[in-house]
């Protein structure tokens, strides 16, 4: 299911649901119902816009009844410890990598994809500024990184 | 023309705010 252009800052959040569907489905979850918050408020109006949402919305309830014995779906508060735990986890991985020095895809993509779960957080509430920080840090670094690889140069 | 399609298209709006409203069990 191709996202509109209207929905661009909500892709790569989807694309991290389809990443997560079989290795970790409330992750693939509460991204989809990011991408569902987020792109209601962007564009449900356009033909193709209301036609993609229809389809995650089915997607979404789908999701919620075969995971209906899953703690983290059926209580939010639960969900929001597994999100918050999982993007934890992929920063503290890539933050690890980098104080050690060591520079590769993998890392660059655990900061960005840190980045999105926190994003993804803001289904449940405000974000604390902890998580705002953690997310400013993980974006910059994903970005940063990507480019001196690109560029050939090291991160200092 | 206009205004059906802007009807169908609120109604389909409503029909997903209320959907996710179910969804996160809030109605």
């Given at each position: 299911m191709a996202v509109?252009?209207?929905?661009?800052?909500?892709?790569?959040?989807?694309r991290t649901?389809q990443e997560?569907?079989?290795r970790?489905?409330?992750v693939?979850?509460?991204?989809?119902?990011y991408g569902?918050q987020t792109g209601?408020?962007?564009?449900?109006k356009?033909?193709?816009?209301?036609?993609?949402?229809?389809?995650?919305m089915d997607?979404?309830?789908?999701?919620?009844?075969?995971?209906?014995?899953?703690?983290s779906?059926?209580?939010?508060?639960?969900?929001?410890?597994h999100?918050?735990?999982?993007?934890?986890?992929?920063f503290?991985?890539?933050?690890?990598?980098?104080r050690?020095?060591?520079?590769?895809?993998?890392?660059?993509?655990?900061?960005y994809?840190a980045?999105?779960?926190?994003?993804?957080?803001?289904?449940?509430?405000?974000?604390s500024?902890?998580?705002i920080?953690?997310?400013?840090?993980?974006?910059?670094?994903?970005?940063y990184?990507h480019?001196?690889?690109k560029n050939g140069e090291a991160p200092? | 023309i206009?205004?059906?399609?802007?009807?169908?298209?609120?109604?389909?709006?409503?029909?997903?705010?209320?959907r996710?409203?179910r969804?996160?069990d809030?109605?």
């Amino acid at each position: 299911m191709a996202v509109p252009a209207q929905l661009k800052a909500v892709q790569h959040h989807i694309r991290t649901a389809q990443e997560h569907e079989k290795r970790d489905p409330v992750v693939a979850y509460y991204c989809r119902l990011y991408g569902m918050q987020t792109g209601m408020k962007l564009d449900s109006k356009t033909p193709e816009c209301r036609k993609f949402l229809m389809k995650l919305m089915d997607q979404l309830e789908m999701m919620k009844k075969d995971l209906s014995d899953n703690d983290s779906i059926t209580q939010e508060l639960v969900g929001h410890a597994h999100i918050e735990n999982y993007a934890l986890k992929m920063f503290l991985y890539a933050d690890n990598e980098d104080r050690s020095g060591r520079f590769h895809k993998n890392m660059i993509k655990s900061f960005y994809t840190a980045s999105l779960l926190l994003d993804v957080l803001s289904v449940f509430g405000e974000l604390s500024e902890e998580n705002i920080q953690h997310r400013k840090y993980a974006r910059w670094k994903a970005t940063y990184i990507h480019n001196c690889l690109k560029n050939g140069e090291a991160p200092q | 023309i206009g205004s059906i399609s802007t009807s169908v298209a609120s109604a389909e709006q409503d029909e997903l705010s209320q959907r996710l409203a179910r969804l996160r069990d809030q109605i």
